[in-house]
T-cell receptor, first 113, second 114 residues
Framework: DSGVTQTPKHLITATGQRVTLRCSPRSGDLSVYWYQQSLDQGLQFLIQYYNGEERAKGNILERFSAQQFPDLHSELNLSSLELGDSALYFC????????????FGPGTRLTVL | AQKVTQAQTEISVVEKEDVTLDCVYETRDTTYYLFWYKQPPSGELVFLIRRNSFDEQNEISGRYSWNFQKSTSSFNFTITASQVVDSAVYFCALFTSGTYKYIFGTGTRLKVLA
């Protein structure tokens, strides 16, 4: 158990809908990272927050957004969902910035029908 | 541009065999970090090792060892006396401090047969 929690574990929704994925980092970690893992794209870094501020952006679509709250939990919002958004979404946390080891949560499996 | 190549898509070995997973990276940054992660069938990603670009020492941890060679831009991972529980997908990843990018390789699926 990495100490990172993600909810929900599974999510099934329809095209065009909007969903919110939630992540709670390990106690004491200030950074939260979001990743998307799909069969065709592999593991892709989406975005990182550090202590409430956006720190780095990867291959995140404009339809996706994230935020980190004062209690350091983070939410990833996915809107106007398409079939291709079906994937496993991981959250990870680390004590500080990018060079730190990241500890991954169990992931949220999103299925868009 | 930054890139991580894991050319081996899938490897099958018989239990107790040694196996090496290859990772080749590209970056122009002089400061970078390399990682290996394991993703067992249960799906979670488990950290195995982190190495920074200034530390070329090889590392051994039990049956696992890592060989970092800057001259060939490689960070290979060897499992000695493999076990069925080693069956997983293994990812190599690169973090570049200058451009602040995280890049994962496509992963190598290791199957250890009893």
């Amino acid at each position: 158990d990495s100490g990172v929690t993600q909810t929900p574990k599974h999510l099934i929704t329809a095209t065009g809908q909007r969903v919110t994925l939630r992540c709670s980092p390990r106690s004491g970690d200030l950074s939260v990272y979001w990743y998307q893992q799909s069969l065709d794209q592999g593991l892709q870094f989406l975005i990182q927050y550090y202590n409430g501020e956006e720190r780095a952006k990867g291959n995140i679509l404009e339809r996706f957004s994230a935020q980190q709250f004062p209690d350091l939990h983070s939410e990833l919002n996915l809107s106007s969902l398409e079939l291709g958004d079906s994937a496993l979404y991981f959250c990870a946390s680390s004590p500080g910035t990018g060079r730190d080891t990241q500890y991954f949560g169990p992931g949220t499996r999103l299925t868009v029908l | 541009a930054q890139k991580v190549t894991q050319a081996q898509t899938e490897i099958s070995v018989v239990e107790k065999e040694d196996v090496t997973l290859d990772c080749v990276y590209e970056t122009r940054d002089t400061t970078y970090y390399l990682f290996w992660y394991k993703q067992p069938p249960s799906g979670e990603l488990v950290f195995l090792i982190r190495r920074n670009s200034f530390d070329e020492q090889n590392e051994i941890s039990g049956r696992y060892s890592w060989n970092f060679q800057k001259s060939t831009s490689s960070f290979n991972f060897t499992i000695t006396a493999s076990q069925v529980v080693d069956s997983a997908v293994y990812f190599c990843a690169l973090f570049t401090s200058g451009t602040y990018k995280y890049i994962f390789g496509t992963g190598t699926r290791l199957k250890v047969l009893a």
